[in-house]
Protein backbone atom coordinates (compact mmCIF):
# COMPACT_ATOMS: atom_id res chain seq x y z
CA UNK A 1 0.00 0.00 0.00
CA UNK A 2 3.03 2.52 1.31
CA UNK A 3 4.39 1.52 -2.26
CA UNK A 4 2.11 1.96 -4.25
CA UNK A 5 1.27 5.97 -2.93
CA UNK A 6 4.77 6.39 -2.77
CA UNK A 7 4.89 5.47 -6.90
CA UNK A 8 2.25 7.76 -7.39
CA UNK A 9 3.40 10.72 -5.79
CA UNK A 10 7.24 10.38 -7.28
CA UNK A 11 5.89 9.59 -10.77
CA UNK A 12 4.24 13.24 -11.45
CA UNK A 13 6.76 14.88 -9.38
CA UNK A 14 9.40 13.35 -11.79
CA UNK A 15 7.57 14.80 -14.82
CA UNK A 16 7.21 17.70 -13.42
CA UNK A 17 11.25 18.19 -12.44
CA UNK A 18 11.66 17.66 -16.31
CA UNK A 19 9.09 20.21 -17.11
CA UNK A 20 8.49 23.11 -15.02
CA UNK A 21 11.81 24.95 -14.10
CA UNK A 22 11.34 28.46 -12.44
CA UNK A 23 13.57 31.79 -12.91
CA UNK A 24 17.31 30.96 -11.37
CA UNK A 25 16.18 32.66 -8.36
CA UNK A 26 13.26 30.10 -7.88
CA UNK A 27 15.66 27.53 -9.08
CA UNK A 28 17.88 28.24 -6.18
CA UNK A 29 15.41 28.32 -3.67
CA UNK A 30 14.11 25.01 -4.74
CA UNK A 31 18.03 23.88 -4.34
CA UNK A 32 18.78 25.20 -1.02
CA UNK A 33 15.49 23.44 0.37
CA UNK A 34 16.21 19.92 -1.10
CA UNK A 35 19.94 20.22 0.17
CA UNK A 36 18.86 21.32 3.73
CA UNK A 37 16.58 17.99 3.96
CA UNK A 38 18.84 15.69 2.47
CA UNK A 39 21.32 16.65 4.54
CA UNK A 40 19.18 16.47 7.74
CA UNK A 41 18.30 13.20 6.40
CA UNK A 42 21.66 12.28 5.78
CA UNK A 43 22.72 13.31 8.91
CA UNK A 44 19.77 10.91 10.48
CA UNK A 45 20.56 7.83 8.43
CA UNK A 46 24.60 8.05 9.81
CA UNK A 47 23.02 8.03 12.87
CA UNK A 48 20.72 4.99 12.02
CA UNK A 49 23.31 3.62 10.47
CA UNK A 50 26.07 3.93 13.12
CA UNK A 51 24.05 2.99 16.26
CA UNK A 52 22.93 -0.47 14.39
CA UNK A 53 26.69 -0.86 13.30
CA UNK A 54 27.67 -0.44 16.69
CA UNK A 55 24.78 -3.14 18.13
CA UNK A 56 25.80 -5.10 15.59
CA UNK A 57 29.56 -5.38 16.70
CA UNK A 58 28.89 -5.35 20.33
CA UNK A 59 26.37 -7.93 19.98
CA UNK A 60 28.73 -10.15 18.21
CA UNK A 61 31.49 -9.69 20.19
CA UNK A 62 29.57 -10.03 23.44
CA UNK A 63 28.00 -13.19 21.91
CA UNK A 64 31.70 -14.57 21.45
CA UNK A 65 32.61 -13.17 24.57
CA UNK A 66 30.08 -15.26 26.57
CA UNK A 67 30.28 -18.70 25.09
CA UNK A 68 33.77 -18.86 26.05
CA UNK A 69 32.02 -18.41 29.73
CA UNK A 70 29.45 -21.34 29.26
CA UNK A 71 29.25 -24.87 29.40
CA UNK A 72 30.29 -26.12 25.84
CA UNK A 73 26.64 -27.55 25.66
CA UNK A 74 25.14 -24.17 26.04
CA UNK A 75 28.23 -22.37 23.67
CA UNK A 76 26.54 -23.28 19.78
CA UNK A 77 23.54 -20.86 20.91
CA UNK A 78 26.59 -17.78 21.26
CA UNK A 79 28.03 -19.11 18.46
CA UNK A 80 25.13 -19.03 15.91
CA UNK A 81 24.14 -15.70 17.36
CA UNK A 82 27.36 -13.74 16.83
CA UNK A 83 27.06 -14.91 13.39
CA UNK A 84 24.00 -14.22 12.71
CA UNK A 85 24.86 -10.63 14.44
CA UNK A 86 28.01 -10.18 12.26
CA UNK A 87 25.59 -10.81 9.07
CA UNK A 88 23.39 -8.37 10.43
CA UNK A 89 26.56 -5.81 10.36
CA UNK A 90 27.73 -7.16 6.71
CA UNK A 91 23.98 -6.51 5.05
CA UNK A 92 23.83 -2.83 7.07
CA UNK A 93 27.34 -1.69 5.46
CA UNK A 94 26.66 -3.34 2.42
CA UNK A 95 23.48 -1.71 2.06
CA UNK A 96 23.67 1.61 2.77
CA UNK A 97 21.06 4.16 2.43
CA UNK A 98 21.26 6.05 -0.59
CA UNK A 99 20.69 9.43 1.08
CA UNK A 100 23.97 9.18 2.65
CA UNK A 101 25.61 9.75 -0.47
CA UNK A 102 23.32 11.72 -2.55
CA UNK A 103 23.79 14.80 0.51
CA UNK A 104 27.29 14.67 -0.55
CA UNK A 105 26.76 14.81 -4.35
CA UNK A 106 23.94 17.02 -4.13
CA UNK A 107 26.39 19.34 -1.59
CA UNK A 108 29.42 18.94 -4.47
CA UNK A 109 26.83 19.55 -7.47
CA UNK A 110 26.10 23.17 -5.31
CA UNK A 111 29.22 24.11 -4.92
CA UNK A 112 30.18 23.95 -8.87
CA UNK A 113 27.33 25.67 -9.29
CA UNK A 114 27.91 28.88 -7.21
CA UNK A 115 25.88 31.18 -10.04
CA UNK A 116 22.42 30.79 -11.38
CA UNK A 117 20.93 27.29 -11.24
CA UNK A 118 19.87 25.93 -14.47
CA UNK A 119 16.95 23.48 -15.21
CA UNK A 120 19.51 20.68 -15.01
CA UNK A 121 21.19 21.23 -11.42
CA UNK A 122 17.68 21.18 -10.11
CA UNK A 123 16.13 18.62 -12.04
CA UNK A 124 19.07 16.66 -10.92
CA UNK A 125 18.68 17.61 -7.38
CA UNK A 126 15.21 16.67 -7.41
CA UNK A 127 16.61 13.16 -8.91
CA UNK A 128 18.47 12.78 -5.78
CA UNK A 129 15.70 13.43 -3.57
CA UNK A 130 13.38 10.79 -5.07
CA UNK A 131 16.12 8.09 -5.37
CA UNK A 132 16.79 8.99 -1.58
CA UNK A 133 12.72 8.82 -0.79
CA UNK A 134 13.16 5.22 -2.80
CA UNK A 135 16.15 3.81 -0.78
CA UNK A 136 14.57 4.84 2.43
CA UNK A 137 10.82 3.67 1.32
CA UNK A 138 12.54 -0.15 -0.04
CA UNK A 139 14.18 0.02 3.82
CA UNK A 140 10.92 -0.08 5.48
CA UNK A 141 9.32 -2.01 3.17
CA UNK A 142 7.61 -5.48 3.49
CA UNK A 143 10.08 -6.94 1.62
CA UNK A 144 12.89 -6.01 3.88
CA UNK A 145 10.33 -7.13 7.05
CA UNK A 146 10.47 -10.49 4.99
CA UNK A 147 14.24 -10.89 4.11
CA UNK A 148 14.86 -10.31 8.35
CA UNK A 149 12.34 -12.51 8.80
CA UNK A 150 13.79 -15.55 6.55
CA UNK A 151 17.59 -14.53 7.97
CA UNK A 152 16.10 -14.94 11.21
CA UNK A 153 14.03 -18.17 10.63
CA UNK A 154 17.65 -19.51 8.76
CA UNK A 155 19.51 -18.78 12.33
CA UNK A 156 16.45 -20.07 14.18
CA UNK A 157 16.49 -23.68 11.73
CA UNK A 158 20.26 -23.77 12.05
CA UNK A 159 19.82 -24.10 15.97
CA UNK A 160 16.72 -25.79 16.08
CA UNK A 161 17.28 -28.44 13.29
CA UNK A 162 21.38 -28.75 13.68
CA UNK A 163 21.76 -28.61 17.45
CA UNK A 164 18.08 -29.40 18.39
CA UNK A 165 18.04 -25.71 20.14
CA UNK A 166 14.83 -23.66 18.67
CA UNK A 167 14.89 -19.90 19.16
CA UNK A 168 14.63 -16.61 17.15
CA UNK A 169 15.58 -13.24 16.44
CA UNK A 170 13.10 -12.34 14.47
CA UNK A 171 12.08 -9.05 16.63
CA UNK A 172 15.23 -7.45 16.52
CA UNK A 173 15.40 -7.63 12.86
CA UNK A 174 11.44 -5.92 12.23
CA UNK A 175 12.65 -3.21 15.20
CA UNK A 176 15.76 -2.25 12.77
CA UNK A 177 13.53 -2.18 9.67
CA UNK A 178 10.17 -0.53 11.74
CA UNK A 179 12.53 2.42 13.12
CA UNK A 180 14.57 3.32 9.58
CA UNK A 181 14.90 6.56 8.72
CA UNK A 182 11.87 7.98 5.95
CA UNK A 183 11.69 11.35 6.24
CA UNK A 184 12.54 11.79 2.56
CA UNK A 185 9.42 10.71 1.25
CA UNK A 186 7.78 13.38 3.47
CA UNK A 187 10.17 16.64 2.01
CA UNK A 188 9.95 15.35 -1.29
CA UNK A 189 5.66 15.36 -0.90
CA UNK A 190 6.34 18.93 1.17
CA UNK A 191 8.97 20.25 -1.69
CA UNK A 192 6.90 19.75 -4.94
Known amino acids: MK ?14 AVQVCGAP ?9 IQSHLNEEARRARLWTNAWGASYGVLTLGQLAA ?19 AGGLAALLSMPLDVMAD ?15 DCEVLAEAERLLVRSAQSEAMGRSWMMHGANALYSLL ?7 GFDRWS ?17 GLRLSVSF
Do not use: C, K, M, W
Not at 5 to 11: D, R
Open 103 to 117: SLALDALVLAHAGPI
Open 155 to 161: AGLVLGL
Open 3 to 16: AALLLLLLVPTLAR
Open 168 to 184: SGVFTAHLQAAIAPSRA
Open 67 to 85: ASARPSSEQVDFYVGAVSS
Open 25 to 33: SDNRQQLTF
